[in-house]
């Protein structure tokens, strides 16, 4: 009992003195590797050269250190909160009638395009 | 009483006294806006535009035809998509962007008779806490040019701020309007999730993206509140409250007469009786500075002498908001951000090998450093293997950190705490460290991952620098929460003090 109430002085003593420091505790690991970085550049069609790859490389693993305490949460059972008023009530997401609601912009709509030919965009050729 | 000072009721008086027109009124912000540029404040200005929404607006009221904005000028946070003028989203990927419509939020206020300005500057994307990350060029805090305005609607808040404008609109993903605003010292209100219609909303995480008002009092964001909310078929998340169980609260467009009639009606034996303040102490733990604690702790003081009574609580996920947050708004907007491919609108890029090539290169030349690394981020935690282990995880957490606000409204009617752990800091100090920057947001990031409505409130000043206090509802409970706030300014006037900016 009194070990159980030491314990739970101890908890809150350190929740709170450590309330910045945990997540930003030296626990570091290589989360993500350089290929890694290579790889997502390539998912997200982001260019990331190799010389700045390490650079890139710590501050992800710096976002994924901070992250990581996520996984110690026990979510058995939870559901995932999509649309925040699912707190508490159910929501379903609405679904609008198939029908044409638009009229026709295409020349206020063409109006930002980098390059086009003909009313159509135009890119580099896709089929060689 | 100056034009720069004036409330939206006193601009409302004079308009309709015929004391100033809309035309003077727009070209008076205009001026002070020109000779405050050195803020960087606006992306665009065009007087044009603006004198021909003035011009209609006087007709309007010649013939009569007025509400209570009418020819009252307004600026918008450049990530609402504006006809006529550009919308930059502070990014070099929408660099010339014109839009060919109006964001639903643009168009309320039009039709409601308000007179645009143009575009404020932000935080590319609206992703960061200082406004630092604009491709523009940072916004200055009028208090203190040499501090940052707070971000992501920083340019909203400093304009407010500095005189330039009367009002203006922000965003909110993760304490974006109420940061800001505690840190050039106005009033802003993120409203409950839903409440303010996304469309035309340049999108950064959709399901925690949400519009509101920035202004000089609690009493001026009702009035616009009132004209900016309501339900849009065009916003798949959009709320109609009738439909819920919350039902029967004060809701827009009848916020303003509420706040009107509830200060009419206040006690006199303490205008706070009967109202219970929740105090988390999660929200008053170390990492908060000691001055913003003092001041955040006095206006606390003042509620409770005017017979509101103080419960202490507890939000026991307050830390974890931040992993939480900083997994679902990257992984939302790399999903947003992946319809920028230098194709249809944006930047593209001028050598290329072939489509692919084009694509990685246009995307890469137009987003800045922060955007980027959420992207990358995001990609990650929604890639195959890792779903579960982050994005899943985190909208589970996601739900344990809303019914913890559920379970301290089944004690008390607000939370208050402090909006941020700091006043405005050194312009460059916190940007060569991005976490250092997310760890700001530990205040405002469970309100939004909750969808709970949460305001700013100015309440003291530390050394030069605004306070704001943080007053946080339960879901589409703004009407009570701006009569309280409005009651808070009836007594105490932190938020009439203004800067001194040089026009």
């Known amino acids: 009992m009194l070990l159980a109430c030491l314990f739970a002085v101890f908890n809150r003593f350190s929740r709170e003195a450590t309330f910045f420091t945990t997540i930003r505790k030296e626990f570091r690991f290589m989360h993500l590797s350089l290929d890694d970085i290579q790889r997502l550049s390539r998912l997200a069609r982001i260019n990331v050269a190799p010389a700045e790859s390490p650079q890139i490389q710590n501050e992800l693993n710096a976002v994924f250190n901070l992250v990581e305490q996520l996984k110690a949460v026990d979510t058995n059972g939870i559901e995932p909160l999509c649309h925040p008023i699912a707190a508490i009530e159910e929501m379903t997401l609405r679904l609008r009638l198939d029908v044409v609601t638009e009229s026709d912009q295409r020349e206020a ?15 580099p050729k896709v089929l060689e | ?44 200005i065009d007087r044009g535009l603006t004198l021909a929404e003035a011009r209609a607006a006087d007709a309007r009221i010649a013939s009569g035809d007025v509400g209570a904005l009418t020819g009252i000028p307004v600026a918008h946070k450049d990530i609402f998509v504006t006809q006529g003028w550009r919308s930059t989203a502070g990014s070099n990927m929408l660099a010339n962007y014109v839009s060919p419509f109006d964001a639903t939020v643009v168009e309320k206020l039009k039709s409601a008779g308000m007179v645009s300005l ?23 805090n009028p208090w203190d040019k040499s501090k940052i305005p707070g971000g992501s609607s920083g340019g909203s808040a400093a304009a407010v701020a500095a005189g330039l404008t009367p009002a203006s609109t922000g965003t909110d993903t993760g304490g974006s309007l109420r940061q800001p605003a505690s840190m050039c010292g106005i009033t802003a209100i993120k409203p409950t999730y839903g409440t303010v219609s996304r469309y035309g ?25 009132d004209a900016m909310a309501g339900f849009d078929e065009r916003d798949s998340t959009s709320v109609d409250v009738s439909t819920t169980s919350r039902k029967g609260l004060v809701t827009a467009p009848n916020l303003a007469a509420f706040v009107e009639q509830h200060a009419r009606n206040a006690s006199t034996g303490g205008v706070f009786q009967g109202i219970r303040i929740g105090i988390p102490k999660e929200f008053f733990a170390a990492g908060l500075s000691a001055d913003v604690a003092q001041h955040v702790n006095l206006a606390i003081a003042e509620f409770e002498k005017q017979g509101a009574a103080i419960i202490e609580l507890s939000l026991p996920r307050t830390q974890l908001s931040i992993p939480a947050y900083y997994v679902i708004a990257p992984a939302e907007a790399s999903s947003n951000l992946s319809r920028f491919d230098g194709v249809r609108y944006g930047h593209r890029a001028v050598e290329y090998n072939n489509l692919g090539d084009m694509i990685a290169k246009s995307r890469s ?64 100090e916190k940007s060569a460290d991005p976490v250092a920057m997310y760890l700001e947001d530990i205040f405002t990031l469970g309100v939004s991952l909750a969808g709970l ?17 943080q007053i946080i509802g339960n879901y589409f409970d703004e009407g009570r929460m701006l009569a309280t706030a409005h009651q808070y300014q009836c007594i105490t006037d932190w938020h009439k003090r203004t800067p001194e900016v040089s026009p």
């Open chain 1, 109 to 123: 709509n063409m109006g930002n395009a980098p390059q086009q030919e003909n009313g159509l965009f135009f890119v």
């Open chain 2, 1 to 44: 009483m100056t034009f720069a000072a004036a409330s939206l009721k006193q601009l409302r008086a004079a308009l309709d006294s015929r004391q100033v027109s809309a035309v003077e009124l727009a070209e008076h912000f205009l001026n002070r806006a020109e000779a405050a540029h050195d803020l960087n404040t606006f992306l665009h």
């Open chain 2, 201 to 225: 909303m340049i999108a950064f995480a959709s399901s925690l993206d949400q519009g509101g008002p920035m202004a000089k009092s609690a009493e001026d964001c009702a009035i616009l509140l």
């Open chain 2, 118 to 140: 143009g575009k404020l500057n932000c935080d590319e994307f609206a992703m960061g806490s200082s406004n630092e990350n604009s491709a523009f060029g940072p916004v200055k």
């Open chain 2, 365 to 428: 030349e137009g987003f800045g450093a922060e955007v980027k690394r959420r992207i990358l981020v995001g990609a990650y935690v929604l890639s195959h293997g890792y779903y579960d282990a982050y994005y899943l995880q985190a909208q589970k957490v996601r739900r344990l950190i809303a019914l913890d606000f559920q379970d301290a409204f089944t004690k008390c009617d607000f939370i208050m705490g402090p909006v941020a752990p700091t006043t405005a800091w050194k312009m460059g």
């Open chain 2, 453 to 469: 409505p949460g305001m700013s409130v100015p309440c003291g000043f530390a050394g030069d620098m605004p306070v704001g206090l």
